[in-house]
């Protein structure tokens, strides 16, 4: 790991004047993304901002009809909240599949998003949802905060501080797991909004996150594993890697869609 | 360098440090704790797991200075010198849940940490699918499962915890 000089803020305002004083310094809240890449030397931020003893920024609540998730809530907490279980208990599923148990007790909702890595699983629920992504600036869109391969509409001095989840009538999130690194080799969110039904997938889109409008279309007519029948996404623009090539990937797009929404109409 | 102040198995401890410095080398080379093995360094394979403000962590994915004001157990932290065991730890020996016994710190301390979170009574499958992060390359994993198992009980009377 390259030397740096390591930040403590306490607010979210000092955090985002240390980032806008300090060219090219670096965000860290549970470090299980960036910690690894910066012994790998793959990243050598000159400053280390240390987000993780802001007061207040890991809070669970459900506001209205949606369900309010703080940046720095970890995805332990999220996993066994009663309120997540309770209100969206498909967000507590998947969160629940990261990593592995010492991993969740770090990790943070807000930092995954920040990330925006093709194979993580947050970006799934949040695109699928039609999540609000607030920030210390303003309020994203999914279509507007995912920008492609780990990056994000977030400026230089910006910080996630929470995520707003309208919640669904039915949803289910199916993950097929790289065995090794537990992301996702391909992970399908499908969600029966109160307006319509969303498919979104991780891990397969070389640009990140995506919708599969054709189930999408097919769902909403019958929301049943049967509408999905002779559909297929096109391999096409998938990845492909020694995991996975990509028609496997469009394959199992297909067949995880199906189970997720059989798991979505067994929930009561 | 970076000024930190914790407390290690319950006792106060300090350190001027690089602040480059990773958990788990502050825990073995300033303060000589080795119990806490490196294994893979990437976060995958668990045998750095310690308690941080009592939950289970991989300390060669935490800077010590992250750690500075808060709380760490380590394996040596579970029972005092030369007193009994940890009821956890003396299950591993009775159900010889070892055998080169470099992963076992952290699936001891991943253990505890499980039955702090889902009790004393465990199925073989629960206990599975927590070690998720946990990788034993004798492959022992049948007499580790035993064992935990095992030790979970016992923690139900002991004064341990």
């Known amino acids: 790991m390259y030397e740096f000089k390591y930040h403590r803020p306490e607010t979210v305002r000092q955090a985002a004047n240390l980032?806008?004083?300090?060219?090219?310094?670096?965000?860290?809240?549970?470090?299980?993304?960036?910690?690894?890449?910066m012994k790998q030397r793959l990243a050598a931020p000159p400053h280390i901002i240390d987000l993780s003893h802001i007061q207040g920024l890991d809070g669970i609540e459900i506001k209205g009809r949606s369900l309010v998730i703080g940046a720095l809530a970890k995805h332990a907490e999220v996993a066994t909240s009663a309120i997540v279980g309770e209100a969206?208990?498909?967000?507590?599923?998947?969160?629940?599949?990261?990593?592995?148990?010492?991993?969740?007790?770090k990790g943070t909702i807000g930092g995954s998003l920040a990330n925006n890595d093709p194979t993580a699983d947050y970006p799934a629920a949040v695109l699928a949802m039609?999540?609000?992504?607030?920030?210390?600036?303003?309020?994203?869109?999914?279509?507007?905060?995912?920008?492609?391969?780990?990056?994000?509409?977030?400026?230089?001095?910006?910080?996630?501080?929470?995520?707003?989840?309208p919640l669904p009538k039915k949803a289910a999130y199916i993950k097929f797991r790289n065995q090794a690194s537990r992301y996702a080799l391909v992970g399908v969110f499908v969600a029966k909004r109160p307006s319509d039904v969303r498919v979104t997938v991780t891990g397969a889109g070389s640009e990140g996150v995506f919708r599969v409008e054709a189930f999408e279309q097919a769902l909403q007519k019958r929301f049943s594993p049967k509408a999905l029948d002779g559909l297929t996404v096109p391999a096409e623009g998938l990845n492909s890697d020694l995991h996975g090539s990509a028609e496997y990937r469009a394959h199992l797009?297909?067949?995880?869609?199906?189970?997720?929404?059989?798991?979505?109409?067994?929930?009561? | 360098?970076?000024?930190?102040?914790?407390?290690?198995?319950g006792n106060p401890v300090t350190g001027n440090i690089d602040p480059r410095t990773?958990?788990?080398?502050?825990?073995?080379?300033?303060?000589?704790?080795?119990?806490?093995?490196?294994?893979?360094?990437?976060?995958?394979?668990?045998?750095c797991v310690v308690h941080l403000d009592g939950k289970a962590v991989k300390s060669c994915t935490t800077l010590a200075v992250m750690a500075d004001g808060h709380e760490v157990k380590t394996i040596e932290g579970l029972a005092a010198d030369g007193a009994p065991l940890h009821p956890m730890q003396e299950a591993f020996r009775e159900h010889h849940g070892l055998q080169c016994g470099f992963c076992t710190p952290g699936m001891i301390m991943t253990?505890?940490?499980?039955?702090?979170?889902?009790?004393?009574d465990l199925s073989d499958h629960v206990i599975r699918e927590e070690l998720e992060g946990n990788l034993c390359r004798c492959t022992g994993y049948q007499n580790i499962v035993v064992?935990?198992?095992?030790?979970?009980?016992?923690?139900?009377?002991?004064?341990l915890a």
Not at chain 1, 88 to 105: C, K, M, Q, S, T
Not at chain 1, 253 to 268: M, Q
């Open chain 1, 19 to 37: 980032l806008i004083k300090n060219e090219d310094a670096k965000f860290v809240a549970g470090g299980h993304t960036l910690i690894p890449v």
């Open chain 1, 88 to 105: 969206f208990p498909a967000l507590a599923e998947l969160a629940a599949l990261i990593g592995d148990p010492a991993v969740r007790h």
């Open chain 1, 130 to 165: 039609g999540a609000t992504i607030v920030t210390n600036k303003r309020k994203l869109k999914p279509e507007e905060f995912f920008q492609g391969l780990f990056t994000t509409a977030l400026e230089p001095d910006e910080i996630i501080t929470k995520v707003a989840f």
């Open chain 1, 253 to 268: 797009i297909g067949v995880l869609a199906k189970r997720a929404v059989e798991a979505a109409n067994a929930r009561a």
């Open chain 2, 1 to 9: 360098m970076a000024k930190i102040s914790l407390i290690v198995n």
């Open chain 2, 22 to 47: 990773l958990l788990v080398q502050f825990l073995r080379e300033n303060l000589r704790l080795t119990g806490t093995h490196v294994g893979c360094d990437t976060s995958q394979c668990g045998a």
């Open chain 2, 111 to 120: 253990a505890v940490d499980l039955v702090h979170r889902k009790g004393h």
């Open chain 2, 147 to 159: 064992s935990i198992a095992a030790g979970a009980k016992a923690m139900a009377n002991s004064d």
